[in-house]
């Protein structure tokens, strides 16, 4: 079974940076589609930041780009989620997810695409 658990989320304050983790399990084959995705209360879940691993194609949400970095490493089977310059609005609980190998092209920030989800790690940026 594929399982994933995020880690390294807190408190920050406005202007500050965290780095998320992923501790991916299982088989998620050769080249997948690996997504961090958030909720904040009251609003739908939205994709931050995903790679595809076969070409390494990286997409991000408009309100993070410049300020969030998408990565992997392969040895450590983890993904990250480096956050700078966080904002208030940054607070919401954040997700990993895979497709686990099942789409053959990018799965991009189609959250329906992914099918293996975390449970979550909870981000509050105060201001």
């Known amino acids: 079974q594929v399982r994933l658990v995020e880690s390294g989320g807190g408190s920050v304050q406005a202007g500050g940076s965290l780095r998320l983790s992923c501790a991916i399990s299982?088989?998620?084959?050769?080249?997948?589609?690996l997504g961090w995705f958030r909720q904040a209360p009251g609003k739908e879940r939205e994709a931050v930041a995903t790679?595809?691993?076969?070409?390494?194609?990286?997409s991000y949400a408009d309100s993070v780009k410049g300020r969030f970095t998408i990565s992997q490493d392969n040895a450590k089977n983890t993904l990250y989620l480096q956050m700078n310059s966080l904002k208030p609005e940054d607070t919401a609980m954040y997700y990993c997810a895979t497709d686990a190998g099942r789409q053959a092209a990018n799965c991009g920030l189609i959250q329906r695409l992914y099918h293996y989800w975390g449970q979550g790690n909870q981000v509050t940026v105060a201001s």
């Open positions: 299982g088989n998620i084959g050769g080249s997948s589609c």
């Open positions: 790679i595809y691993t076969y070409f390494s194609v990286k």
